[in-house]
């Protein structure tokens, strides 16, 4: 069992910076995939980005890419995402999610926090 905790979301104005935070417990990664998605009213959730456990494999949605950084520390158990130049589109409740294929698909992934929200304001 794996139980993912997400924090670092907030308000922010438009071209400012947010830095998402997710603490993983349960069991080690090795061999598994992290990743970010978000929602917002009225629409589904879609994939932001998403990072193996070397870290040297990334991927980005066209939405935020150039503008968004996943990254991870697996002595510590976390996987974050620095968000940058920031738009009102990217309001949002943001979920951190584990699964062990690539994938930009919600079923992808096995286990889910419980997601933070982001508004960013125009």
């Known amino acids: 069992q794996v139980q993912l905790v997400e924090s670092g979301g907030g308000l922010v104005q438009a071209g400012g910076s947010l830095r998402l935070s997710c603490v993983a417990s349960?069991?080690?990664?090795?061999?598994?995939?992290m990743a970010w998605f978000r929602q917002s009213p009225g629409k589904e959730r879609e994939f932001v980005a998403t990072?193996?456990?070397?870290?040297?494999?990334?991927y980005y949605a066209d939405s935020v890419k150039g503008r968004f950084s996943i990254s991870r520390d697996n002595a510590k158990n976390t996987v974050s995402l620095q968000m940058n130049s920031l738009k009102p589109e990217d309001t949002a409740v943001y979920f951190c999610?584990?699964?062990?294929?690539?994938?930009?698909?919600?079923?992808?992934?096995?286990?889910w926090g419980q997601g933070t929200q982001v508004t960013v304001s125009s």
């Open positions: 990072i193996n456990w070397s870290g040297d494999y990334t």
């Open positions: 999610a584990t699964g062990n294929v690539r994938s930009v698909g919600r079923g992808g992934y096995d286990y």
């Open positions: 349960g069991r080690t990664f090795s061999r598994i995939y």
